[in-house]
């Protein structure tokens, strides 16, 4: 459904930037939205070495490539699927609500990505190597506050030593963070040099950063260091410009070419990029398809016969969630199954790639049934949705799905928070 790696998102701290992979841009919110390609893999064998390379077929995102064949789409294809083709990198600093989410997506032509209109600045990566991570360092700000408040936090006196520390203050019970593992993340950050505060995502409103642990997107301060911890830890890094911002800084955040930053991060969530939801479900009514769970395998949609043709959205929760609603302008991370509404012919599903799916919503990135239906649920639900053509490729054939056709969709919700579209 929309357009991201293996999935149908990405908060950040940008960092362990290398020369060449992007720039760094302020992006008002009301810019950063999902940047979608849409691509089909060929029936096997057919394939050129170009076409090899790129992501399978998926059926949520508005915006398309050029279909290789009416036969192409592999409905299991091999290794990890994406719902879209990112179409350029861009490395930004965005300030949402009292959070600041930055991140890098990765280029996939080399080339500098164009800047959308109105972006002040721009910021060379750095090339500086990341220093090793160290658990402890002879000089260290001290904490105070309990995880899932804002922290207070001192620096000492003395200059900051040049490590990069992450030192776990408290440990969390919840599942382990590995590479690839989603997490959402608050934090409270202090620019140790100048000892003003960098606004967190506990201010009004701020929401968690969601982000891939250890992707190489982010700035190292947060792509690093939450892996090997669990979630329910508070932890403190602090990071030394090469593990941050480079010797360039950030002029927008206000830091220099020298400072070191002090992030205090607590991992709320973290969800394997293959985690499903379970708990008992509740059936839906009687016009809307029947759902079958199967784990971790996509769901079986059977359709009631007779049922009358579908002009409106309709959506059916069938796992109830106990997480906060989500607002238009999120990024959320969900496992989907898609079906035909008229004989619930599977043709998509992230559960077959194993690869958990984010998207932002209201960004126009997806159908407008997934912006309808998804905004407004809460985190941890597992939801029906009904699309009509309308509201889905209207008139357009696409792939295994006809032109005017219906849709089914079970969505579980898996997180949600500040990010930036799929990459």
Do not use: C
């Amino acid at each position: 459904m929309s357009e991201k790696p293996s999935s149908p998102g990405e908060a950040d701290l940008t960092g362990g930037l290398r020369a060449g992979d992007g720039e760094s841009i302020v992006v008002p919110q009301s810019l950063v939205t999902p940047q979608a390609g849409w691509g089909q893999v060929p029936p096997q064998g057919q394939a050129s070495a170009e076409q090899k390379d790129a992501p399978p077929q998926v059926f949520a995102s508005t915006q398309r490539r050029q279909e290789i064949s009416e036969a192409g789409y592999d409905e299991n294809p091999p290794g990890v699927g994406r719902l879209g083709v990112i179409l350029g990198t861009v490395l930004a600093v965005l300030l949402v609500g009292s959070g600041i989410t930055l991140y890098m997506v990765n280029k996939d032509d080399g080339k500098p990505a164009a800047k959308p209109a109105a972006a002040p600045s721009s910021q060379a990566p750095t090339e500086e190597a990341v220093p090793p991570i160290k658990d402890n360092a002879k000089v260290l700000p001290t904490v105070t506050g309990d995880f899932g408040t804002k922290a207070t936090i001192t620096v000492p006196k003395e200059a900051a030593g040049g490590d990069f520390v992450v030192k776990e203050l408290s440990a969390g019970s919840g599942t382990k963070v590995e590479k690839g593992t989603w997490v959402t993340a608050d934090f409270t950050a202090l620019n140790w040099n100048t000892g003003k505060e960098i606004e967190g995502s506990y201010g009004d409103g701020g929401k968690p950063q969601l982000f891939q642990a250890d992707s190489g997107k982010l700035i190292a301060a947060l792509d690093k260091v939450v892996t090997g911890h669990k979630a329910g830890s508070r932890l403190l890094v602090v990071a030394p410009p090469a593990a941050a911002f480079g010797p360039q800084g950030s002029q927008e955040m206000g830091v220099g070419p020298k400072d070191t930053l002090v992030f205090v991060l607590d991992v709320r969530n973290a969800n394997a990029p293959g985690a499903v939801l379970s708990g008992d479900m509740t059936a839906p009514p009687a016009d809307m398809p029947k759902v079958k769970d199967n784990g971790n395998k996509p769901a079986d949609i059977t359709p009631v016969p007779g049922t009358p043709a579908v002009t409106e959205l309709k959506s059916h929760v069938l796992i109830q969630g106990k997480g906060r609603k989500i607002g238009s302008g999120e990024k959320v991370l969900v496992q989907y199954t898609g079906a035909l509404y008229a004989d619930g012919k599977k043709f998509d599903s992230s559960l077959d790639r194993g690869q958990a799916f984010s998207f932002v919503t209201g960004g126009g990135g997806v159908i407008e049934g997934w912006d309808k239906g998804v905004t407004g649920q809460t985190v941890g639900s597992r939801i029906e949705l009904v699309i009509p053509a309308a509201l889905a490729y209207k008139d357009q054939a696409t792939g295994g799905i006809p032109a005017n056709s219906t849709l089914v969709f079970v969505i579980d919700i898996l997180d949600a928070g500040v990010g930036a579209a799929d990459q």
